[in-house]
């Protein structure tokens, strides 16, 4: 029982609340950082008027860590992206905790001491023979690490949050009418006809230049620009901290020579340390070597030519990268693409052809009102034909013809009469509860917003940066 007490914030409602928390943080403490000032100040984050503090957040994340399995808190402890996934859940935790409070206080809502007295004698944990044992009491508070103030302060909590919280999860009816609209438009069928006109219906020779080059001047191809960088490495194993130090004291050395004038190539043969040169690459392409991860291009991709990055820790070791070259992007050369050319142009030259072709069966259905050699097909909203024509047939009214293009060819289709589903009453209560929790989901959407608005979050990006991030 005390288990689930601690564990209140887990609640479906609760949990709802911290996964669509925006943390539309607005970082203070910078100047005062710069300017020296503010250096008693431990307030990590402000809610509205309210304000949590670093030693809230600490004790938060170590009764969170004592209950997680021994797998789960080294993973935390030695993987960066998971740390800071773990810290920003702490955060949401005590961010909407606090919505919830400055919510309940607005609202005059109070707990009283003895409703909590009175829910902690009526919890069976600390119950002998249907009485409240003050010995089984103090026995589950040892054990799950926990005073009697922090135990009326998470019962408290759990009952403010169900005050504030707890009309969002009500039901919310939904009119039979609104269903019916909706069971008919899901499940209702169409007949319609259509007849197919392929590309690869069309013989086309082969291009000439002149055709080509005509081709090349509407649809030229443009080459990303690219980066040439090289870096300097020293391999080093970075789960054991004697090596860890050794290496960064090797890369410092390496980095001291480069801010003295040295190359990256000087610096490395300096202090045994390895050099590599890369072969230019774009921003959405593989630099072809393990050590440079996405992270790195993205930061290569952001720097000016000639410049150097800090020290970077890496998986295997560490890292500085220069950016040798910026190679902008430009069209290709025609010469170079001719050949490339053939298949669009051939592909480009079928699908006119195909459709004339669908336009000369749509002229000819819409004087005669009949298509020859047409296809009669009833399909779904989900399946019967290619989805574009689905999707036409769908939202295009009775009687409708048009020509719907395909990948591979043009669908001339006409679209007949509508039938109205069969009543399945399985699909009509299933249906029912879905559109219930749509509206129960924007309903709780709208409201966490209405809380982030009346309680703007502010991280202390001074004291975050020196005791979260550190």
């Known amino acids: 029982m005390l288990e689930y007490l601690r564990n209140a914030s887990e609640k479906p409602l609760a949990k709802f609340l911290i996964a669509i928390l925006a943390f539309s943080f607005i970082g203070w403490g910078v100047a005062e950082w710069i300017f020296g000032g503010g250096a008693g100040d431990m307030t990590l984050v402000r809610v509205g008027d309210s304000e ?134 899901r499940y209702a069928t169409r007949d319609i006809e259509y007849k197919i006109v392929n590309f690869d219906d069309f013989n086309v020779a082969k291009p000439s230049d002149d055709a080509l080059r005509e081709y090349y001047a509407v649809h030229p191809k443009t080459l990303p620009e690219t980066r040439g960088v090289s870096y300097v490495f020293v391999p080093t194993d970075m789960s054991k901290p004697d090596a860890f130090d050794a290496g960064m004291q090797r890369i410092t050395h390496v980095e001291d020579e480069i801010i003295g004038g040295d190359t990256l190539e000087s610096a490395a043969k300096k202090h045994g340390a390895k050099f590599v040169k890369l072969s230019a690459f774009a921003r959405n392409g593989a630099a072809n070597d393990a050590n440079i991860t996405p992270q790195m291009v993205a930061q290569i991709f952001n720097m000016d030519a000639g410049a150097d990055t800090e020290i970077i820790e890496g998986k295997k070791g560490f890292m500085i990268i220069h950016l040798d070259t910026i190679n902008p992007a430009k069209t290709a050369d025609f010469a170079s693409v001719k050949n490339e050319l053939v298949p669009a142009w051939i592909r480009t030259e079928k699908r006119k052809l195909a459709y004339e072709r669908a336009n000369e069966i749509l002229v000819d259905l819409n004087q005669n009102n009949k298509m020859s050699g047409a296809t009669h097909k009833t399909v779904t909203r989900t399946d019967g034909a290619p989805m574009a024509v689905l999707s036409d047939a769908f939202n295009n009214a009775i009687g409708t013809n048009k020509i719907v293009e ?20 399985k699909k009509r209560a299933d249906l029912r509860r879905e559109m219930e929790n749509m509206n129960a989901y924007q309903t709780q959407a709208d409201y966490n917003k209405f809380l982030q608005r009346k309680y703007p979050v502010k991280i202390n990006s001074k004291v975050y940066n020196r005791y979260i991030e550190k």
């Open 52 to 185: 949590i503090s670093v030693n809230q957040f600490s004790s938060q994340k170590s009764r969170i860590l004592t209950n997680m399995p021994r797998e789960q808190q080294r993973a935390i402890y030695t993987d960066a992206n998971a740390t800071k996934s773990f810290n920003n859940y702490i955060m949401g935790d005590l961010t909407a905790a606090q919505m919830v409070q400055n919510r309940a206080r607005d609202l005059g809502f109070v707990v009283s001491d003895h409703r909590i007295a009175r829910q902690i004698r009526d919890i069976p944990a600390f119950q002998q023979d249907g009485k409240f044992s003050s010995s089984r009491f103090d026995m589950a508070l040892s054990a799950n690490g926990l005073t009697e103030q922090a135990l009326a302060d998470v019962l408290r909590a759990d009952i403010v949050r169900a005050m504030v919280l707890g009309p969002m999860g009500e039901k919310i009816p939904v009119p039979d009418f609104a269903v019916d609209a909706m069971y008919n438009a």
């Open 406 to 425: 395909t990948p591979n060819g043009f669908y001339v289709m006409s679209v007949k009469s509508e039938n109205a589903p069969r009543t399945d009453a």
